[in-house]
């Protein structure tokens, strides 16, 4: 596998702890691998990822796994799925407002005692892009209207809510 960045490595602590998920979303693809991470622990019968512009590196870091690759944005995605999942992972634009949709939109097709993963919790906006929103904005938002349906699993620079 050939990855540039180590995505996984500071969440370990936290997703060795996750169970066995039949059915799994990552929102952001990039080069596969929170997706293979997640596909290699947690045993899923159906994982899918979606993201505009994945990395081209990240269909051959798939190997032979079985992973459903999908060239759309969650909002596109989320609004026309007809599954349900287990657990969805939100790593995909940092905006603010996008996050609060991808979280909206996830929570409608969660199962019941789903996993909902928020990234980038503490992330910054750069400098030079001051007129977003930064995730935490949309995370917080969320938790307002929705945090009473969720039992908190971790709370750090990743957020990790359990439906109840
Ligand atoms: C930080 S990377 C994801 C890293 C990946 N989860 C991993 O651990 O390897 C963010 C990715 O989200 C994608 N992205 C941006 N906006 C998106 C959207 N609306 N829907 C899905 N993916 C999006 C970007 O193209 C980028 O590849």
Known sequence: MNFTQDFITQHLPQWDKLPVCPTILDIGTFEGSSAVWFYDNLCPDYLVTVDPKPKPIAEENFGGR????????????????????????????????????????????????????????????????????????????????FGPKFETIHSGYQIILRLK
């Open 66 to 145: 079985d992973i459903q690759q999908v060239r759309l944005s969650s909002h596109e995605y989320l609004r026309d799925t007809v599954r349900t999942f287990d657990l969805i992972y939100i790593d995909g634009s940092h905006r603010g407002e996008d996050v609060l949709e991808d979280a909206i939109l996830s929570y409608r097709v969660l199962e019941p005692r789903g996993f909902l993963i928020f990234d980038d919790y503490f992330w910054r906006v750069p400098r030079c892009e001051e007129y977003w929103a930064p995730p935490k904005v949309g995370i917080d938002a969320f938790l307002n209207l």
